[in-house]
C-alpha cells in the first residue's frame, strides 16, 4: 500500500495563496469523502485543519480549505502567514478500511 | 479540555520488549477509538492501527495497516482510561516517535462513519540501538 502522492515542497510569500496537492486511486480518495489535512510544524504533533474533504474544524483559520477532483484532493492556503511554515500531511480512507498518508509537503514561507 | 499525554521517551536494545501508553482525558474514553501513528526520524506519517476502548470482545479486536499487522500490538484498558502500543522484540528499524490519535468521529463501528483524528498525543520517541 504505497503513500498518497504529494510534492515534496511548495513555496510563497507571505499574503499569496498556494495549493498542496494529494493523488489517490479510485480505492482511497476517489472512492470516499474521507481526506483530512494536517499541519505539522517540527517537533511538533500533527494538527487537524481539515475534515471530510472541505470542513475545517472548529479554531481553524478560514484561509485554510479543502476540494476534490477525482483522485486527487487538495489543501489551499490563502494570505500566506509566516506561521503556516510546516509540513502538511493528507490522509485518506480506503477500501480495505485502513488510512493512508500522502508522503508529506514542505510549506516554505520566503 | 481533551488531552493525550503520552509516556516518555525509550532507549532499548534490539530484542527487548516494550509497551508505551497514551493517557487520555477529558471526554468519555471508551466512545472514541484511538489510533497509533509511527514517524521516523525524518519522514511522513504512517497509520499503525486502531482500536475502539469501550469493548474488548472479539468484534472490536484492533484493527492493523498492513504493514503493521504481526508487529505490533495495540490494546486499551478503559478503566484508566489508556491505550498502549507494545512490542515484544524491538528491531532497530523501529526507531520513531509514535503519536497516539483520537478518532473524531464517535462511532461503535470502525467501517462506518467519519475518518479523521482530531486530538493528538504528544508523541513518544522510541529510540532502538545496539
Known amino acids: 500500500q504505497s503513500a498518497l502522492t504529494q510534492p515534496a515542497s511548495v513555496s510563497g510569500s507571505p499574503g499569496q495563496s498556494i495549493t498542496i496537492s494529494c493523488t489517490g486511486t479510485?480505492?482511497?480518495?476517489?472512492?470516499?469523502?474521507?481526506v483530512s489535512w494536517y499541519q505539522q510544524h517540527p517537533g511538533k504533533a500533527p494538527k487537524l485543519i481539515i475534515y471530510?474533504?472541505?470542513n475545517r474544524p472548529s479554531g481553524v483559520s478560514n484561509r485554510f480549505s479543502g476540494s476534490r477532483s477525482g483522485n486527487t484532493a487538495s489543501l489551499t492556503i490563502s494570505g500566506l502567514q509566516a506561521e503556516d511554515e510546516a509540513y502538511y500531511y493528507c490522509?485518506?480512507?480506503?477500501?480495505?478500511?485502513?488510512?493512508?498518508f500522502g508522503g508529506g509537503t514542505k510549506l516554505t514561507v520566503l | 479540555e481533551v488531552q493525550l499525554v503520552q509516556s516518555g521517551a525509550e532507549v532499548k536494545k534490539p530484542g527487548e520488549s516494550l509497551k508505551i501508553s497514551c493517557k487520555c482525558s477529558?471526554?468519555?474514553?471508551?466512545?472514541?477509538?484511538i489510533g497509533w501513528v509511527r514517524q521516523m526520524p525524518g519522514k511522513g506519517l504512517e497509520w499503525m492501527g486502531i482500536?475502539?476502548?469501550?469493548?474488548?470482545?472479539?468484534?472490536?479486536?484492533?484493527s492493523y495497516g498492513p504493514s503493521f499487522q504481526g508487529q505490533v500490538t495495540i490494546s486499551a484498558d478503559k478503566s484508566i482510561n489508556t491505550a498502549y502500543l507494545q512490542w515484544s522484540s524491538l528491531k532497530a528499524s523501529d526507531t520513531a516517535t509514535y503519536y497516539c490519535?483520537?478518532?473524531?468521529?464517535?462511532?461503535?463501528?470502525?467501517?462506518?462513519?467519519?475518518?479523521?483524528?482530531?486530538?493528538w498525543g504528544q508523541g513518544t520517541l522510541v529510540t532502538v540501538s545496539s
Open positions: 471530510e474533504v472541505i
Open positions: 482500536i475502539y476502548p469501550g469493548d474488548s470482545s472479539s468484534k472490536y479486536s484492533p
Open positions: 477529558g471526554y468519555s474514553f471508551s466512545n472514541y477509538w
Open positions: 490519535a483520537r478518532r473524531g468521529f464517535r462511532s461503535t463501528s470502525w467501517r462506518q462513519g467519519s475518518y479523521y483524528f482530531d486530538f
Open positions: 479510485g480505492s482511497d480518495i476517489g472512492g470516499y469523502n474521507y
Open positions: 490522509c485518506s480512507y480506503t477500501t480495505s478500511s485502513t488510512l493512508i
